[in-house]
């Protein structure tokens, strides 16, 4: 099994600069292609798993229509890309100060017309979601397949972001986005970084 100690190395310093002056930052080819192959094999394996997005209290919302499965222990690759969003959090904590403390993630499929319209992962400061992390896991993408990431920088900027395949996109979690509608399957894990106690812990 490929491991994360032997994956690609990350400019951490530009994607620091790149938080700090925009809210958000962009890591392209994060994985290497054996661990990037094995990860899209274990999303695919258990597709049939998925359910439909809640929004809160298990309620399902009309903003969103793509699929989930909540990565546990037993997704063993899934684990390897949230070990290297751990260590990118120990980073963000003595850069920022922002205390994270656990990760949440979950699997996520856009099908051809699904969408995620506009919103915050933390609205108002009211969770402990302080960075949200997606990761593109399909193997190609064309630009006309629609899904990008429309998101607003911490400076009202907006920015179009491509999908691109082994594509990482991170940004604070109270930062204004959407996902726009998708012709194609899309596939991705999206994360949050969270300052208190992770979701598992309660349970």
């Known amino acids: 099994m490929q491991q994360i100690s032997e994956s690609i190395q990350h400019d951490i ?26 990860l899209l094999d274990e999303c695919l394996f258990n597709l049939n798993q998925f359910r439909e997005a809640a929004i809160q209290n298990g309620i399902v919302s009309k903003i969103r229509s793509d699929h989930i499965l909540w990565i546990d222990e037993k997704l063993k690759i899934a684990q390897q890309h949230i070990d290297l969003l751990q260590n990118f959090s120990r980073a963000f904590n003595r ?38 992390a997606v990761y593109y896991l399909h193997p190609e993408w064309q630009p006309d397949w629609g899904g990008q990431l429309r ?53």
């Open 13 to 38: 310093e530009q994607i620091l600069d790149d938080l700090d002056q925009h809210g958000f930052a962009i890591v392209n080819q994060t994985h290497s292609a054996p661990f990037t192959s094995q």
């Open 95 to 132: 850069a920022f100060f922002l205390g994270i403390q656990s990760i949440e993630a979950h699997f996520a499929c856009y099908n051809a017309g699904e969408f995620y319209a506009l919103h915050r992962d933390n609205p108002q400061q009211k969770n402990d979601r302080m960075i949200s």
């Open 151 to 203: 998101l607003q920088d911490k400076n009202e900027q907006w920015h179009i972001i491509e999908p691109e395949p082994n594509r990482l996109v991170i940004f604070q979690s109270d930062l204004l986005h959407e996902v726009l509608s998708s012709k194609r399957q899309r596939l991705s894990i999206t994360a949050w970084l969270r300052s208190g106690n992770s979701i598992w812990s309660s349970k």
